[in-house]
C-alpha cells in the first residue's frame, strides 16, 4: 500500500524560480491537503481540494496555485519562489467525514536561497 | 482560531505519565491527535467526537470535553517510542468537519530510559 506519496522529497530553490511539488494518493479518498510546517509554528493549510476540479484556500495560500484534475493527484505549484517559502511540505487525504483521520505522506523539504 | 497546547515540551523517564492539554477558542466537534517522530511525517492517534467516548490506542487515552472546547492526551507508563512531538487539530468549519484542520503548535514529547 503506497498511501500518499510525495516528490521529490529535498529540493533547493533560487529566489524567483518555479518548481511543482507531487502529491498522489491511492486510497479513493475525495479530499486532499497541502500543509506548511515551519519550527515550532504546528502545520499551517496552504489549499485544499474535496474533489477532482474543486480546489479552495486555506490559512497561508498566497504565493501557492493548486490543481485537481483527477481523484488521485494534488500538485502544488511555487511561482517566483521566496525564502519565506522555505519549509517542509506535507501532502495528506481523507475521505473528508467528520471521523476521518489524515494520512500524511512522508513530506518535501524546500530550501529557497 | 489555532488551537492552544500545553504544555509545549515535557521530559518523561520511562515509566512515567504525561498529559498534553489541547485548548480551542470556539465551539468543537471533534479533535484529532497526531504524533509526529523527527524527520517523519504526522501519524494519526484518533479522533475525539462531540458526544463520544473516551478513546484509546495502546496506553495512550483521550478525553474530550465539549463545555470547556478541550481535549487532553494521556500517555500512560509511556515508553522510549513515545518521544515525538503531539499535535492536535481542530477543524476549521462549522459544523461538522470536513477534515480540514487547524493544528496546534504541538508538544514535544521526550521520554529518557
Known amino acids: 500500500n503506497a498511501g500518499v506519496t510525495q516528490t521529490p522529497k529535498f529540493r533547493i530553490l533560487k529566489i524567483g524560480q518555479s518548481m511543482t511539488l507531487q502529491c498522489t494518493q491511492d486510497m479513493n479518498h475525495n479530499y486532499m491537503y497541502w500543509y506548511r510546517q515551519d519550527p515550532g509554528m504546528g502545520l499551517k493549510l496552504i489549499y485544499y481540494?474535496?474533489?477532482?476540479?474543486?480546489?479552495d484556500k486555506g490559512e497561508v495560500p498566497n504565493g501557492y496555485n493548486v490543481s485537481r484534475s483527477t481523484t488521485e493527484d494534488f500538485p502544488l505549484r511555487l511561482e517566483l519562489a521566496a525564502p519565506s517559502q522555505t519549509s517542509v511540505y506535507f501532502c495528506a487525504s481523507s475521505y473528508g467525514t467528520i471521523n476521518s483521520p489524515l494520512h500524511f505522506g512522508n513530506g518535501t523539504r524546500l530550501t529557497v536561497t | 482560531q489555532q488551537p492552544v497546547q500545553s504544555p509545549q515540551a515535557v521530559i518523561l523517564r520511562e515509566g512515567e505519565d504525561a498529559v498534553i492539554n489541547c485548548s480551542s477558542s470556539?465551539?468543537?466537534?471533534?479533535v484529532h491527535w497526531y504524533r509526529q517522530k523527527h524527520g517523519e511525517a504526522p501519524v494519526f492517534l484518533m479522533i475525539?467526537?462531540?458526544?463520544?467516548e473516551q478513546k484509546g490506542h495502546e496506553k495512550i487515552s483521550a478525553s474530550f470535553n465539549e463545555k470547556k472546547q478541550q481535549s487532553s492526551l494521556y500517555l500512560t507508563a509511556s515508553q522510549l517510542s513515545y518521544s515525538g512531538t503531539y499535535f492536535c487539530g481542530t477543524e476549521r468549519g462549522y459544523g461538522g468537519s470536513q477534515g480540514n484542520l487547524i493544528f496546534g503548535k504541538g508538544t514535544k514529547l521526550s521520554v529518557k530510559p
Open positions: 481540494s474535496v474533489g477532482a476540479g474543486i480546489t
Open positions: 475525539l467526537l462531540k458526544g463520544g
Open positions: 470556539k465551539a468543537l466537534y471533534s
